[in-house]
């Protein structure tokens, strides 16, 4: 069962990423980082010289997703295809490499869906709510930026992709393990009204090119498949950063 949390009048080969961090960026993936502690979020900015983005940058993600602009739509596409898939442990997420063949189409731009991964909580909030947890699908252009789309995962009816996902998971840390052929159309809601904003990664190096669409509708999985994930990290949602002077937009786009 689906359900709206927004109003509807408001408001190369793949790369691996760290949740939505280490985008190829040197030195990134020597540097250790946690949800917690002295390599928390809070010491990010610290710990490397190439993370100073996560202190100092002013388009940092994740936010509250609150005050909204209502723009017109019609300018967001989804392309997604059945395409081989493999799961991995990459040590703060479970994450799934999509093979080619993928795409998101954003504002004219053309973005290629590299792998998606999940954050517990709900990385995102709403009106200051957290959600039970949130997927994010990473797309790059040619140029490089990425665009991700959030979909938030509310308790509910259990989701059998989830169930495949998470079957899939292999023991070892950084050990893909093959999930076959995977439409990731299924993690989708039906409508792709959503809020949109420029952001950031939401893990080290934290670098300020993301174009964020975060959809209105939210898609349910069972307590027992959140509480699965929970046992491998119980906590891997970045805190919600200051606005600054930007704006979020509210779109509403045919599925």
């Known amino acids: 069962m689906k359900k709206r949390l927004f109003p509807a009048a408001l408001s190369g080969g793949v790369i691996l990423l760290a949740g939505i961090g280490a985008l190829s960026v040197q030195g990134a993936e020597e540097v250790s980082w946690s949800y917690e502690g002295a390599t928390g979020p809070g010491q990010w900015g610290g710990l490397a010289a190439s993370f100073a983005a996560c202190a100092d940058g002013g388009q940092q993600s994740p936010i509250n997703l609150a005050r909204t602009i209502p723009a017109q739509g019609g300018t967001l596409a989804v392309d997604w295809q059945s395409t081989g898939a493999e799961v991995v442990d990459n040590g703060h997420t479970i994450q799934v490499n999509m093979a080619p063949g993928s795409s998101m189409r954003l504002e004219g731009r053309d973005f290629s869906l590299l792998q998606f991964h999940f954050h517990l909580p709900s990385e995102h909030t709403v009106d200051g709510r957290s959600i039970p947890m949130e997927v994010h699908f990473v797309h790059q252009a040619t140029e490089g930026d990425l665009a991700v789309i959030g979909v938030f995962m509310e308790a509910g009816a259990g989701h059998a992709a989830i169930d495949e996902i998470w079957n899939a998971i292999p023991d ?41 669409v975060v959809l209105d509708e939210t898609i349910a999985v069972s307590q027992a498949q959140v509480d699965a994930f929970a046992d491998l990290y119980p906590m891997n949602a970045r805190p919600v950063q200051e606005l600054n002077r930007r704006f979020v937009l509210s779109r509403s786009d045919a599925p």
């Open 172 to 212: 070892a840390v950084g050990e893909p393990a093959s999930l076959g052929s995977f439409d990731p159309n299924s993690l989708l809601p039906d409508g792709l009204d959503h809020s949109r904003y420029a952001g950031s990664l939401t893990t080290p190096p934290c670098s300020e090119v993301v174009s964020w």
